[in-house]
């Protein structure tokens, strides 16, 4: 099987792709500008023997998504699985918000999963079969103060994910959605360590999760055969 994961360098993108690739998956890691962290990432699963190729491309321009996908189908054939993984987080009030912060999340975190999608769904009606997974964030569950754009794009992730399936499915092509909570990555570098306990308080397992506990929630949803349009949120029971 074929997989590509955008936003494949760092966190949780980078543990989605050491799982695939360990399960025997040819994978091809995209990224934007972590090119010495995808650099790294190739050489150590190449030297324990996994099939695993690197690709640049912003994936919220439609031309380079097209040339990843090409890339990719040249190299190894169809895609069988597709993990929409790339986006971006700003905090910030609404009311500071510019049409710039709008339209860059929502290009970054939505529409790239448009144009990734589009690009993949014709070969995989073709051969009725393929999974897709969108993965989306708690917030696009239940809103975040001061993270509305944020928000919204991950809220339109799932929705995307919900009517997809449905008009996939007869097609035998499941997609679905996994939601994290507080995850251990970078995007929550930013809280202290008061902040960081507050948030573990709320969390009734009482810690974040790690990259590689969505990466196990991924993998069972590409092995699984008969989930699809689900949204799986792997909290800590966060919110239940």
């Keep these: 099987m074929v997989a ?22 040819q994978v091809v890691l995209n990224y ?24 640049q491309a912003d994936v919220a321009k439609k031309e380079e998504v097209q040339r990843l996908v090409a890339y990719t189908k040249e190299k190894w054939g169809e895609v069988d699985i597709l993990v929409n993984n790339a986006g971006i987080d700003k905090w910030q009030l609404f009311t500071d918000m510019t049409d710039e912060d709008w339209n860059e999340m929502l290009a970054n975190n939505l529409t790239s999963a448009f144009y990734m ?24 569950i239940t809103g975040a103060s001061c993270e509305v754009a944020y928000s919204v794009s991950k809220a339109g992730m799932d929705g ?49 999760g790690t990259p590689e506990d969505i990466a196990k929630c991924v993998m069972w949803l590409v092995e699984d055969n008969y989930t699809t349009g689900q949204v799986v949120s792997p909290n800590g029971g966060w919110v239940i």
């Design 4 to 25: 590509i994961v955008t936003g494949g360098a760092k966190g949780i993108g980078r543990a989605i792709v050491v799982e695939l690739a360990k399960k025997g998956i």
């Design 160 to 208: 995307l994910t919900k009517a997809l399936a449905k008009e996939l499915a007869p097609s035998n092509i499941r997609v679905n959605s996994i939601a994290p909570g507080a995850i251990d990555t970078d995007m929550n570098q930013n809280l202290n360590k008061e902040e960081r306990k507050e948030v573990e308080n709320e969390i009734p397992l009482g810690r974040f």
């Design 32 to 55: 934007r500008h972590s090119e010495k962290q995808a650099i790294k990432a190739k050489q150590e699963l190449l030297e324990h023997g996994y099939e695993i190729e690197i690709y």
């Design 117 to 140: 999608t589009k690009e993949v769904v014709p070969d995989m009606i073709r051969k009725k079969k393929g999974c897709i997974i969108n993965i989306s964030s708690i917030w696009g």
